[in-house]
């Protein structure tokens, strides 16, 4: 108990630092990461923790952020809460679909082909209420908060969204 509650650092870096938690990462995978991401954390006394607090099938893939001294319980309830981060991404204006897809890859670990296919399905398209043969023109340039590995259809119905918002779309574009 005194390890959990302990208000100060233990054994925590220094320095924030984040790591990715992937679809199929294990706890023993995930305290690699965290040792490795140089936080100084006592792999059995995670793991254990972790089982003890039925913490371990509770995480959901995606990105944590850990502040500079943060402490072993705030580590844990962090993981416990599924407290992913945010990455806010800018898309600019006058990118293609390609390069939004390739700015998303880079900053959110995204599938750029499934990105590039998914904006071409014609039931997405209809279902946004749209007549086009893909969705280039309708994924409106802004700053938007995104999760790492984030569905590309979540993607594309926020930036979509934006776009009807800001233009009236009934007539059609081309």
Request: charged share 25%.
């Amino acid at each position: 108990l005194y390890i959990f509650f302990y208000p100060l650092p233990w054994g925590i870096s220094k320095k924030s630092t984040s790591i990715i938690v992937e679809k199929g990462d294990n706890l023993r995978k995930i305290s690699q990461k965290l040792k490795s991401s140089g936080l100084g954390i006592n792999s059995p006394l995670l793991f254990l923790s972790s089982k003890l607090l039925s913490i371990d099938r509770r995480i959901i893939p995606g990105r944590y952020d850990f502040q500079k001294g943060i402490t072993f319980s705030g580590l844990l309830k962090k993981l416990s809460k599924n407290e992913i981060s945010s990455i806010e991404v800018t898309i600019p204006e006058g990118y293609n679909l390609y390069q939004i897809a390739s700015l998303l890859k880079r900053e959110t670990g995204l599938d750029s082909l499934l990105f590039v296919k998914t904006a071409s399905d014609t039931d997405l398209i209809h279902r946004l209420g749209l007549d086009s043969k893909n969705l280039e023109g309708y994924l409106f340039p802004d700053t938007y908060r995104l999760f790492w590995k984030m569905e590309p259809e979540k993607i594309i119905e926020l930036m979509v969204d934006e776009f009807k918002k800001i233009i009236d779309v009934s007539f059609p574009l081309q």
